[in-house]
């Protein structure tokens, strides 16, 4: 019955049980659903894992949670595992995209159908140009990399402008970062009056201009995006970039409204930080992720390990995970 919601048979039944005849033991349990003790002792790790038992501050022994709490537990974990699953599927997209990129950028123009590539930041700027004119109905831009410089904003004005008052659809997704970042939010809300759409998240995989969604923009390198970039028109390459591109749309917030908390209190930002520290990135790396500084990624992950109660990186991971805000690591 409980299956869908990550608990076997057996954790199922002697979850049951403890409910239905708190403080038994092992050989009670094993009784009172007709299985043995093993069995029994299999089940109770699969709950202790789970957070649905809990040493008894009265016998000392292991307590079931109560089930308005542990359905709550269960099903924030299966968001949690939902969640995760969406991201994997959008970094394998975005590293799809970023693969194809590379490889085209080691082979000749005309051995890739489909694929131009831009060599420096003149070229890349000229051909988005180029671009923006021939548009008919949408621009999608994923603008990672933190605040937006003022080279950066005045180069951009004249052409949002442009397509603006051509009635052309601009739908932009920043890093929330931006949300502290003056001259950004200026840009953001100007951009906005003239009725293109802001949203925010976490983080983004990649840099990336889809036009008409019939072509895309995107770097040859994460790390050098002015070093050159490719120009992507083949049919099933630009149907996985426009699913990703709307799948993270979706879960983004309006610049306009406060960023949005889950259930456990956490903001995305918090969310995709502890995530990120559970998989082992260092403060540099989640803080260009992310789009902030070092120290301000440092005192957010301090902030979530003393909200966890956990003394290392190591044991926050394990510890968010015990608390549903990470899905269960496979084994």
């Known amino acids: 019955m409980l299956s869908a919601l990550g608990l076997d048979t057996t954790a ?55 089930p308005d709490i542990g359905m709550e537990i269960l099903m924030a974990r299966q968001q949690a595992e939902l969640a995760a699953q969406q991201q994997r599927l959008e970094a394998s997209r975005a590293v799809a995209a970023q693969l194809i990129a590379e490889y085209a950028d080691m082979r000749p123009a005309a051995a890739s159908p489909g694929v131009e590539q831009l060599i420096g930041l003149d070229r890349i700027r000229d051909r988005l140009t180029r671009l923006t004119r021939e548009v008919r109905g949408e621009v999608m831009t994923f603008a990672p990399g933190g605040p937006q410089t003022e080279e950066n904003i005045a180069a951009s004005r004249p052409l949002d402008a442009e397509l603006l008052e051509r009635g052309i659809r601009t739908r932009v997704v920043y890093l929330d970062s931006v949300r502290h970042h003056k001259p950004t939010v200026e840009y953001a809300n100007w951009t906005a009056s003239l009725g293109g759409q802001v949203r925010t998240v976490a983080s983004l995989p990649t840099r990336l201009i889809i036009v008409d969604r019939t072509t895309a923009v995107i770097p040859v390198s994460s790390e050098d995006t002015a070093g050159g970039a490719v120009v992507l028109t083949g049919q099933g390459t630009l149907t996985a970039l426009c699913a990703l591109y709307d799948s993270v749309w979706a879960a983004a917030q309006p610049l306009g409204e406060a960023p949005a908390r889950d259930i456990h209190g956490l903001s995305a930002q918090e969310g995709a930080i502890i995530s990120l520290l559970s998989a082992g990135h260092t403060d540099e790396a989640i803080a260009k992720r992310l789009g902030v500084s070092a120290r301000t990624s440092r005192r957010i992950a301090n902030d979530l390990m003393e909200r966890l109660g956990a003394r290392s990186r190591f044991e926050a991971g394990v510890r968010a995970v015990q608390h549903g805000w990470l899905p269960t690591r496979p084994g």
């Open 12 to 66: 199922e039944a002697v979850y049951r049980a403890m409910l239905a005849e708190p403080g038994g033991g092992v050989a009670a349990l094993a009784t009172r659903i007709g299985t043995t003790e093993q069995l029994v002792r299999e089940g109770l790790d699969v709950l202790s894992g789970l957070a649905l038992v809990r040493p008894s501050a009265e016998t000392g022994g292991l307590r079931a949670v109560s």
